[in-house]
């Protein structure tokens, strides 16, 4: 049972920083931040869950069914990711890259404390325990304030895949679609430190702070973490509908206003950009199709421009209402990963992508999110993040763009480059 208690909080942006604070105790976290972003479909403004009670930690074997499993025995909130190579899960696929991070392939975990904030009113949800440590917790959070931690050495970004290599890689990818053997491709590459010592608290508030995204997270599980901005949402549900909001066209942001504004023209008259996100909307609609009840899938809009501190984003949104005979896990087993992150049709592009990149992507262009009690969820897509093993000292971030026939591979390389520009500038 969960014990709820609400408060009204009286300066919600800086009560925020103060739960992030408080958490830093804790050997599990997740720290979610819609940043007040405007957007139809947000139930919480900032979610807290820490502390584990149970948890599931898996490799991708029988990944899916054994959440299931624990989603439906638990029946309580639950908090975690889904990563990328869980695709070796649903279909004869091989991750076999370099793995300088090494994340487990799933792991959720049951939260002893909850925290989910809307508007001023916080609602706190206790698991087992009794008023008075909410209070003394709640106390305590009002005086949180950031340790001070020791001076961080230089970092050294290295890139994985070199400009002329990069080049060389999407030509390759051209071939294929000159072929006929797919339509688009995702195609991503890492930079990483070695030796790396970083504060991932400050490096997050940073991040967040120059980016400001609708879906940012703070994850730590020991010693694996990630700090993530990212602008997309990659699956809810609330009830029976559920909603899929992929992003594909990105375009630079500028100070002036009159240049910025052409940028988010350009963006929306652009035909290879909408060519790119048309081509995954309807990968999502077949997605969708798989669980839904006959005739409920819906294109709610189609290549809009939402506009980030950072870039220029098209946007569609798709949604369904599911079918009674699937369960919410159905829904995420039939639709990962998210089509914005393989390319079409997706199962020929992942194979081709997993051949010619250099790194297993593991988290980075997974999901995180969380399990209602009834069934219900929200999870995002992992871009424009850090991930860091404290214990290796390894610090990663990968950026990629959606090849077409009417890429030019030195306009991708920039794309790349813009993405990565907020992640480099954080780590500097």
Same mark, same amino acid.
């Given at each position: 049972?969960?014990?709820?208690?609400?408060?009204?909080?009286?300066?919600?942006?800086?009560?925020?920083?103060?739960?992030?604070?408080?958490?830093?105790?804790?050997?599990?976290?997740?720290?979610?931040?819609?940043?007040?972003?405007?957007?139809?479909?947000?139930?919480?403004?900032?979610?807290?869950?820490?502390?584990?009670?149970?948890?599931?930690?898996?490799?991708?074997?029988? +990944?899916? &069914? @054994?959440?299931?499993?624990?989603?439906?025995?638990?029946?309580?909130?639950?908090?975690?990711?889904?990563?990328?190579?869980?695709?070796?899960?649903?279909?004869?696929?091989?991750?076999?890259?370099?793995? /300088?991070?090494?994340?487990?392939?799933?792991?959720?975990?049951?939260?002893?404390?909850?925290?989910?904030?809307?508007?001023?009113?916080?609602?706190?949800?206790?698991?087992?325990?009794?008023?008075?440590?909410? #209070?003394?917790?709640? #106390?305590?959070?009002?005086?949180? %304030?950031?340790? !001070? *931690?020791?001076?961080?050495?230089?970092?050294?970004?290295?890139?994985?895949?070199?400009?002329?290599?990069?080049?060389?890689?999407?030509?390759?990818?051209?071939?294929?679609?000159?072929?006929?053997?797919?339509?688009?491709?995702?195609?991503?590459?890492?930079?990483?430190?070695?030796?790396?010592?970083? @504060?991932?608290?400050?490096?997050?508030?940073?991040?967040?702070?120059?980016?400001?995204?609708?879906?940012?997270?703070?994850? !730590?599980?020991?010693?694996?973490?990630?700090?993530?901005?990212?602008?997309?949402?990659?699956?809810?549900? #609330?009830?029976?509908?559920?909603?899929?909001?992929?992003?594909?066209?990105?375009?630079?942001?500028?100070?002036?206003?009159?240049?910025?504004?052409?940028?988010?023209?350009?963006?929306?008259? @652009?035909?290879?950009?909408?060519?790119?996100?048309?081509?995954?909307?309807?990968?999502?609609?077949?997605?969708?199709? %798989?669980?839904?009840?006959?005739?409920?899938?819906?294109?709610?809009?189609?290549?809009?421009?939402?506009?980030?501190?950072? *870039?220029?984003?098209?946007?569609?949104?798709?949604?369904?209402?599911?079918?009674?005979?699937?369960?919410?896990?159905?829904?995420?087993?039939?639709?990962?990963?998210?089509?914005?992150?393989? $390319?079409?049709?997706?199962?020929?592009?992942?194979?081709?992508?997993?051949?010619?990149?250099?790194?297993? %992507? $593991?988290?980075?262009? $997974? +999901?995180? /999110?969380?399990? +209602?009690?009834? /069934? @219900?969820?929200?999870?995002? *897509?992992?871009?424009?993040?850090?991930?860091?093993?404290?214990?290796?000292?390894?610090?990663?971030?990968?950026? /990629?763009?959606?090849?077409?026939?009417?890429?030019?591979?030195?306009?991708?390389?920039?794309?790349?480059?813009?993405?990565?520009?907020?992640?480099? &500038? *954080?780590?500097?």
């Amino acid at each position: 049972m969960r014990t709820s208690i609400y408060k009204s909080i009286s300066d919600p942006k800086e009560f925020k920083q103060q739960l992030l604070f408080w958490s830093q105790q804790f050997r599990e976290i997740i720290y979610l931040d819609s940043n007040d972003y405007p957007q139809n479909y947000s139930s919480y403004d900032c979610v807290l869950a820490v502390d584990a009670f149970t948890s599931i930690k898996t490799d991708y074997h029988n +990944a899916f &069914e @054994d959440l299931k499993q624990y989603q439906q025995i638990t029946k309580d909130w639950l908090f975690g990711y889904l990563s990328y190579d869980l695709k070796n899960d649903i279909e004869q696929l091989q991750s076999k890259n370099f793995d /300088g991070l090494g994340f487990p392939d799933l792991y959720f975990f049951q939260p002893k404390k909850l925290f989910l904030l809307k508007g001023n009113q916080l609602e706190i949800k206790y698991l087992n325990i009794c008023d008075d440590e909410v #209070e003394e917790d709640f #106390e305590n959070i009002v005086e949180s %304030r950031k340790s !001070k *931690v020791e001076t961080e050495a230089t970092i050294e970004i290295q890139q994985r895949i070199l400009k002329e290599n990069y080049l060389e890689k999407v030509s390759r990818i051209l071939e294929h679609i000159h072929q006929g053997d797919i339509y688009e491709a995702n195609f991503c590459m890492e930079f990483f430190a070695e030796n790396a010592i970083i @504060d991932p608290i400050e490096k997050f508030i940073k991040l967040n702070e120059i980016s400001q995204p609708p879906f940012a997270v703070f994850f !730590k599980n020991n010693n694996h973490f990630l700090l993530s901005a990212t602008p997309e949402r990659y699956l809810k549900k #609330e009830g029976e509908l559920i909603i899929s909001q992929p992003i594909k066209g990105t375009a630079k942001r500028f100070s002036d206003p009159i240049e910025d504004e052409n940028s988010r023209v350009d963006l929306a008259l @652009d035909p290879k950009e909408r060519a790119e996100n048309i081509m995954i909307t309807d990968l999502v609609r077949n997605d969708l199709s %798989r669980t839904a009840q006959k005739g409920s899938v819906e294109v709610q809009e189609l290549c809009g421009i939402y506009s980030f501190l950072q *870039v220029h984003q098209m946007i569609s949104t798709v949604t369904s209402k599911l079918d009674v005979q699937y369960s919410a896990v159905d829904v995420l087993k039939t639709t990962f990963p998210m089509g914005s992150m393989t $390319g079409a049709p997706k199962i020929s592009a992942m194979k081709i992508i997993e051949k010619l990149e250099e790194t297993k %992507r $593991g988290l980075y262009s $997974g +999901a995180v /999110g969380y399990f +209602a009690p009834n /069934g @219900d969820f929200d999870f995002n *897509v992992v871009i424009r993040s850090i991930l860091y093993n404290q214990e290796k000292k390894y610090v990663s971030f990968s950026v /990629g763009s959606a090849i077409t026939s009417q890429s030019i591979p030195e306009k991708e390389y920039e794309e790349c480059l813009l993405k990565a520009k907020a992640m480099r &500038e *954080v780590l500097s």
